[in-house]
C-alpha cells in the first residue's frame, strides 16, 4: 500500500501580518481558536502521517502543534529547520527529507484554514491512483494543497531561495491530474490581519 505523508509548511516570519499569524485566533465554523489549529484539524482527519515544519525560534507553535497532536490522539512530527529564514524552498526540501521514503507528499501551507477535508483526501486519493502531480482548481486558477509523486524526490530535496516548487508545476503543468472545485478555500490564505475577516466570512458561505 501507498505511503503519502502530509506535509504542511509552518515556518513563515508573517513579516506582512505582524504577530505571528498562526497563533492569531479567528472564528470559523463558529469555533475561535489560533489558525493553525483551525488547519490542522482537516489535515489530521484526512492523512494518517503528518509533517508540520517550523522555525527554530518559535517555541510557542510547537507546543501549540503539540497539544492539537495529543487532544486528537495522534503524532505529528515537528521539523525545526536550521534554514526556513531564507525561503520557502529550504522548508519544503527540510519537510521531504524526513519523509524521504513517502510514495508521494501531499504539500500545503499552515495558512490555509478552509481547506476542506475532501479536497485532502482527493489529493492523497489521486497519489494513490499514480497521478504524479495533483491539485485543486478553482474557476481554473490552481490552489492547495498540491501532491507530488516520489519521482520528483530529487527536485524536491534540492529546492532553495522562496519560490518551492513553483519552478515545477509551471514546467509540468500538463502532467497536473487536477480536481475540480467549487470551493474558493483551496485559494484562499492570510498575509495580512485584514485577510482574517475574509476568512471568516469565506467560513459562513
Known sequence: MSKISGI???????SRFGPDKLLYELTIAGIRQPLIQHTLSAWISALDTLSVVIRTDTPLLRQT???VAEFHNTEINVIECQTATLGMGHSLSAAIAANVNADGWVIGLAD???IPRSVLTQVHQNLILGADIT??????????????????KDELL???????A???LERDIEKIHKIKTDYQGVLAD?????DVSMIERFSKS
Open 166 to 168: 513553483k519552478k515545477l
Open 135 to 152: 491539485a485543486p482548481y478553482f474557476e481554473h486558477r490552481r490552489g492547495h494543497p498540491v501532491g507530488f509523486k516520489a519521482c520528483y
Open 190 to 194: 492570510i498575509d495580512y490581519v485584514n
Open 8 to 14: 504542511l509548511l509552518a515556518a513563515g516570519k508573517s
Open 112 to 114: 490555509m484554514p478552509l
Open 65 to 67: 502543534i503539540q497539544n
Open 158 to 164: 534540492a529546492l532553495k531561495g522562496d519560490s518551492g
